[in-house]
């Protein structure tokens, strides 16, 4: 058995979930409400049979470990060996031990080093009296300089090598980490020359990679065999085993506390301006380096807030990748504002000009919607009707993704008093800009496809599932198989569970969960749970009211069955290659037609 397994053995998950959230027995389960979004009712649901957890309001749900993961803000090693302290087990295969991770945590180990060696030079050496001027002038004070760990990259090709080199660091292990380069003739040169070095840290604090800014906006590179260039303004580490740029956010090692306290981080775009709004009296900033939100980004945040601010430099309304960070964002289920920096400055400028201003910039950003309509309003003229098109163009796919009725129907009459039209002609236009939407195309660019059947056809399969699993199941499953097959449920991992669960039952009379989930793809999982977690509480106890209610959703299930069916193959009568056949599938559809007519008849006698 493995660490993971023992661990899990020795755990109840309702014992450690419900030292962390409050939770009532709900039949064989137990329910509270969800500790990762806000709720008034209960959708968080916890199975000891299972030992699993799933809510069904933000879809969060996992194991044991998955649920101190998210709960405590930890990684996978941090969550097991609390788990394992806990159980008494001693971890006998650490995480630790694999040849990546050794791998990593010699990267870490190296760049730590690295870190402590730019830092020396920038406060301690004379080749960082350039720097430690540039960032005086920058207004950057030396507590900063130890808190956000700046250093300085001596303006030498092997500064840093031979350093690492006389660590006893061999060369390929620095390429792996970013630090050095290798040039044609074979050689190794410093990635990193002549720079203010910003350490890159993850929000464990380990140093993944740096981010260097020149000092000298002259200075050219001229690496051994190559033409002189223009050196760049900033360069970051290359991507590593430990750094990805997608999944880091600079400051969070040093913010994080102050994210979670406050429940909102303001993402700014680069290293100067989140120190500069620390050192105001900011200490929830993250910098994206860059103009966009990624999923990693998204990922990390939603673990310690649910609200965004952003404060940006440039104007994220007309700059694609921004909107498809927002719309991650936005998927994530986070409250998302956009601040106006004072007088057109960036963060970084505005924390050192007026820091007052800047907080109540922040303070007062409008909703993201607000500002969309603010910021179209501002670059296209709402007098002309090229301009009301361009408008209506940028906006009508935002506010089409609104779920809430009530709030998309707030911004319909807001985009109307803008273009000073009816509100009728714009809910036209946002019925076509959804059709299209779910026909997969939005103004040219591809979207997602919609799924396969419809939303309720979708619920009432996954309702099936549950009263399936959680009933009693080799009877039911019998009786599901006498009008229908699992060819026959759109939703794929429904339709797969049920082909699994029938190669389960031919071979055995009993169901047994464990038994069963044991030998269930681990793709299936999350459904599966899903489906079991399905609070059935008010039917559980009354085998009557089961036995009704599984009849009835089998009938509605056919009902709809049937009505795609008949309207698949009236679709498919429509094209010129069904014309050979169309006697044959003309019959076919009044077989169906016949059949939807007798299922409504004896529904309505029953």
Known sequence: ?????????????????????????????????????????PSFIVSPERQTFHCFGCGKGGSVIDFVMEYDHVDFIEALETLAEQAGVKLEHRPTDTPQAKLKDKIYEINHLASEFYAYLLTKHRLGETARQYLKGRGVSDKSIATFSLGYSPNSWDGLYKFLRKKGYDENLLETAGLVIRSPRGSFYDRFRGRVMFALKDHRGNVVGFAGRVLDPNAKDLPAGRQVQQEAKYINTSETPVYVKSNVLYGLDVTRGAIQKENEAIVMEGELDVISSFQAGIGNAVAIKGSALTEGHVHLLRRYCERLVFALDSDMAGDAASRRGIEIAERAGFDMRVATIPGGKDPDEAARANP?????????????????????????????????????????????????????????????????????????????????????????????????????????????????????????????????TPADFAELAVRRILEELGTYLSGNTVFLVKDFVDALPRELHPAFDEAFLWDLTDIAEDEEHYSREW?????????????????????????????????????????????????????QIG
């Open 356 to 484: 007052v201003a800047l907080k109540k910039a922040l303070k007062d950003a409008p909703p993201m919607y607000d500002y969309f309509l603010a910021s179209a309003a501002g670059r296209f003229d709402r007098t002309s009707a090229f301009g009301k098109k361009k408008i209506s163009e940028e906006l009508l796919p935002l506010i089409a993704k609104i779920d809430n009725a009530i709030v998309q129907g707030h911004y319909v009459r807001k985009l109307a008093d803008l273009l000073g039209v009816g509100e009728e002609t714009v809910t036209e236009s946002l019925g076509q800009v959804t059709r299209a939407m779910r026909q997969g195309v939005v103004m040219g660019e591809q979207s997602i496809p919609a799924k396969a059947g419809t939303r309720r056809e979708q619920k009432l399969e996954s309702y099936l599932l549950a009263l399936l699993l959680q009933g009693k199941t080799a009877d039911l499953y019998e009786d599901l198989a006498e009008s229908v």
């Open 551 to 603: 009849h009835e959703s089998v009938r509605e299930f056919r009902r709809l069955l049937l009505k795609r069916k008949i309207q698949e193959l009236t679709t498919k009568m429509r094209t010129p290659a069904a014309a050979p056949d169309a006697d044959a599938l003309r019959e076919d559809l009044k077989d169906l037609t016949r059949a939807l007519q007798a299922l409504e008849k004896a529904s």
């Open 1 to 41: 058995m493995s660490d993971v397994d023992e661990i899990k053995s020795r755990l109840n998950i309702a014992d450690i979930v419900g030292t962390r959230v409050p939770l009532k027995k709900a039949g064989r389960n137990f329910k509270g409400l969800c500790p990762f979004h806000s709720e008034k009712t």
